[in-house]
């Protein structure tokens, strides 16, 4: 029986990408969960580099140069988007083409045109697509997608996490509360990951308790510093040492800050892997995630006086609560896993051919 080959455009990904960009750990996630289900992956790459080794790769060229030795049933974009010639010729194949968006494209399309008009980002390439698919915390976005392109199909792909690449990283140190340093993780990239709220939070919790001596450190902080508002107006006003980083690896991150505590917060971007990265690792993470919210610690900006009892809550008992807390974040990776058997069959039906409309 001939194979059912699934290509996901993913472009080039390296070993030292990984932590770059969540959707390179989409993609390959999304490619080991479809092959155990019996499908056979190919990443479609544009150019030729040091890929990941364990996953085949396929550049269009070499394709079309041997079509015969495949059975394409499936071509989806990810993490790269390619010409409409290439899409509408595998349509003729009998390909199902789809883009699958892993971002919050109608918040960075917003941005882009209200603060960058001189930007082009062309990360919408429309013509010759069957189906839009995004994860379900980005539900917003399935209307706004679907007239973009054109296209009536639009549905939710389950997210998918898996611990794979972080086993080797180092697992939280219990250390007093009152020297715990707090570590943001936002990129600071947008209104909907910025570290700002977050920073003023731990403001407010260090005054309240000054017995606490532990450093702020932001990461991606050089980013903020580029704003003159925030360095002449936020930064004088802090009164808290903080250590203002670039970015850097989550292994690197985690050597320099063994007994952190991480306070997340995002705006319309319930699932972060990152979240789920610390809590799998024991690392103390107060997150904001409203899906998330039986799990772990949480917090939420409409209630910012409770925020502050929570963080100090969390600084003085975590060690008190690794059992319970480890349990959470095994209960939080099955639900997300790619071996749940819910997730694979949202996927299958997502795969399963349909009916002309």
């Known amino acids: ?85 290439w899409r509408s010729y595998l349509r003729r194949k009998g390909c199902r083409t789809i883009k699958l968006y892993f971002g919050n494209i109608l918040n ?11 930007l082009n980002f062309p990360h919408h390439i429309t013509g010759s697509l069957d189906e839009i698919w995004t994860s379900p915390h980005y539900v917003m976005n399935l209307g706004y997608a679907a007239a973009l392109h054109g296209i009536q199909r639009a549905s939710l792909a389950p997210y998918i996490w898996d611990s794979t690449w972080i086993q080797s990283l180092n697992r939280w140190k219990p250390c ?3 020297t715990t340093d707090i570590v943001i993780m936002e990129p600071n990239i947008s209104f909907q990951k ?20 532990g450093q702020l450190v932001v990461q991606n902080g050089d980013r903020l510093l580029m704003s003159r508002w925030f360095r002449e107006c936020v930064v004088p006003s802090l009164g808290l040492s903080v250590v203002w980083k670039g970015r850097q690896p989550l292994r690197e991150i985690l050597l320099e800050n063994p ?8 705006r319309t971007n319930d699932y972060n892997y990152l979240v789920l990265e610390l809590m799998h690792l024991g690392y103390p993470v107060l997150h904001n995630s409203s ?26 008992t975590h060690r008190d609560c690794v059992g319970t807390y480890r349990g959470h974040a095994s209960q939080l990776a099955w639900i997300h896993s790619p071996r749940n058997p819910v997730n694979r069959l949202g996927w299958n039906l997502l795969l399963k051919p349909k009916q002309a409309v």
């Open 176 to 178: 007093p509360w009152t």
């Open 108 to 118: 960075i399309d917003t941005e882009t045109i209200c603060h960058t008009p001189e």
């Open 259 to 266: 007994s952190a505590t991480f306070l997340s917060h995002q």
């Open 1 to 85: 029986m001939m194979h059912q080959d699934i290509f996901l455009a993913t472009g080039l990904i390296e070993e030292g990408d990984l932590f770059n960009n969540g959707l390179h750990q989409n993609s390959l996630l999304v490619y080991s969960m479809l092959e155990q289900m019996g499908y056979r992956c190919y990443c479609i790459i544009e150019k030729t580099g040091d890929f990941v080794p364990g996953y085949r790769v396929l550049e269009p060229e070499t394709y079309l140069q041997s079509a015969t030795q495949y059975n394409p049933v499936a071509y989806i974009e990810m993490g790269l988007s390619l010409d409409v010639g």
């Open 291 to 316: 899906k998330w919210a039986p799990f772990g610690y949480t917090w939420s900006e409409n209630r910012f006086l409770e925020g502050i009892q929570t963080l100090r809550s969390v600084l003085e």
């Open 194 to 213: 910025c570290s700002l709220y977050p920073i003023l939070l731990v403001k407010a919790f260090a005054k309240k308790y000054p017995e606490w001596r």
